[in-house]
C-alpha cells in the first residue's frame, strides 16, 4: 500500500478542493480518488472543506419524494382527450401504398379457406404425380393450389418492408 | 431506476388508446413529475398546474416518442423545459450568476464547522431541507434543473445530458457550478449546513 502511495505525487490543497465534487460524485478514476483520499487523510483544512460538502451532498440527496393533490391523477385524465385520440387512431397508423394494403386483395384470395383448399389441391395435384405417375399437366394444379398462400405471403413481407423503411425514414 | 422496458409495453398500450395505460404512466410518474415541478417553482399551486400541462402534454406528443429512447427520459425533458419555459415567461428574479458566485476556477474558504450534530430530529431534518429548497429555487432555471435531475432524481451525468440534449461536459460543469452556488448561498445565510 505504501509502495503504491509513492507511485503517485501527492495533489496540492487547489487540486484536492477542485477535485472533491468529482470526488463525492463517485466519478473519479480510482487512483485519482486515492490521491483525494490521501490528501484528505493527512491534511485538515481540506478535510474540513470536505465535510462540508459532504453535507451539502447529503442534503441534497435526501429531499423527499413530493406527492400531488389528491385529485391529480383525475384532473389529468379528465382533461385528456381519449375519444378524439382513438378517432384518430386510422389517421395516425402508418400508411403503406394501396398495393401492400391487405384489403387490396379480393377477399376471397385471402380468406383461410381459399388458402387451405388451395394447399390441399396442391397437395393432392402433386402426389397423384409423383407416386401415381399422372400427367404432368398436373403441374399447373400445383402451381395455382399454392398460388393464393403465395400471393397473401409476398404481400405481407413487401408490406413489412415498406412500413421499416418508412420508420426508418420518420427517424431520420 | 425507472424500468425502462415495462414502460415501453405500457406506452405502446397508451398509443392503442387504453385508457388504463395512461392512468398507469401517470401512477408511476405523478410523484417524481410533481417533485420535479414543485422544486423549479416552489410553489404548489404552480407545481400542479405545471405537472398536469406535462402530462397531457406529453399525450399529444405519444405518436412522437422516439422508442430509441427511455419513456422517463422524454418524460423529464418534456417537463423541464416546461418548468425552464414558465419560470422565463414569468420573469421570476433569479441570482444573477455574477452576483454570487465569483470567477471560475476560485477556492472556497469555508468556515468550519465545529461540526454539530447532524439533524437527528424530524423537525430539524425538515428545516434543512426546507432551507435547501428555498436556496435551489433562487438558482438560474437551467442549473436548477440539472440539480434537480441530478439530486432530486438521482440521474446520470449521462441521462441528464440526454435529457437535456448537452454535451456531457456542459452538464457536469453546471452541476459543479449549482453545488458551488449552493453551498455558498447556504454559508452566506449561515445555515449551519
Ligand atoms: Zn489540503
New binding site residues.
Given amino acids: 500500500m505504501t509502495g503504491r502511495k509513492a507511485e503517485q505525487p501527492p495533489i496540492?490543497?487547489a487540486e484536492?478542493?477542485a477535485s472533491l465534487q468529482d470526488y463525492l460524485d463517485g466519478t473519479m478514476v480510482k487512483t485519482e480518488s486515492m490521491r483525494v483520499f490521501l490528501?484528505?487523510r493527512?491534511?485538515a483544512?481540506?478535510?474540513a472543506v470536505h465535510r462540508q460538502w459532504q453535507a451539502t451532498f447529503e442534503a441534497l440527496e435526501s429531499m423527499p419524494e413530493l406527492e400531488p393533490p389528491a385529485d391529480f391523477d383525475a384532473r389529468v385524465l379528465a382533461a385528456v382527450p381519449y375519444d378524439s385520440y382513438r378517432a384518430m387512431a386510422e389517421l395516425r397508423a402508418p400508411r403503406v401504398p394501396v398495393i401492400f394494403a391487405e384489403e387490396s386483395l379480393p377477399a376471397v384470395v385471402r380468406s383461410p379457406v381459399t388458402r387451405l383448399a388451395g394447399m390441399v389441391v396442391a397437395a393432392g395435384a402433386g402426389v397423384a404425380m409423383g407416386w401415381f405417375d399422372g400427367p404432368s399437366s398436373l403441374a399447373y394444379l400445383v402451381l395455382a393450389g399454392l398460388l393464393p398462400e403465395a400471393v397473401v405471403r409476398l404481400q405481407g413481407a413487401l408490406r413489412g418492408a415498406v412500413l421499416v423503411l418508412q420508420r426508418d425514414r420518420g427517424r431520420a | 431506476m425507472f424500468d425502462r422496458h415495462q414502460d415501453l409495453k405500457t406506452i405502446r398500450r397508451c398509443k392503442r388508446g387504453e385508457e388504463e395505460a395512461f392512468a398507469e404512466i401517470l401512477q408511476r410518474y405523478r410523484g417524481p413529475i410533481y417533485s420535479l415541478c414543485f422544486r423549479m417553482t416552489r410553489n404548489a399551486e404552480d407545481a400542479r398546474d405545471l405537472a398536469q400541462e406535462v402530462f397531457i402534454k406529453v399525450f399529444g406528443l405519444l405518436d412522437r416518442f422516439d422508442e430509441k429512447y427511455a419513456f422517463s427520459s422524454w418524460l423529464f425533458r418534456i417537463a423541464t423545459n416546461h418548468c425552464i419555459d414558465h419560470l422565463r415567461r414569468n420573469r421570476l428574479r433569479f441570482l444573477s450568476l455574477d452576483g454570487v458566485a465569483g470567477k471560475d476556477g476560485e477556492e472556497y474558504e469555508l468556515q468550519l464547522p465545529h461540526k454539530g450534530p447532524a439533524p437527528d430530529t424530524v423537525l430539524e431534518r425538515r428545516q434543512a431541507v426546507q432551507r435547501l429548497q428555498e436556496v435551489i429555487a433562487e438558482l438560474p432555471p437551467h442549473y436548477k434543473a440539472v440539480t434537480l435531475l441530478r439530486h432530486d432524481r438521482h440521474l446520470s451525468y449521462e441521462e441528464i445530458a440526454e435529457i437535456l440534449d448537452l454535451p456531457l461536459g456542459t452538464v457536469k460543469a453546471r452541476i459543479h457550478r449549482a453545488r458551488n452556488l449552493i453551498q455558498q448561498m447556504l454559508k452566506e445565510r449561515s445555515y449551519d449546513i
Avoid: I, V
Fill in positions: 496540492s490543497c484536492c478542493r490528501h484528505l493527512d491534511c483544512d481540506c478535510e
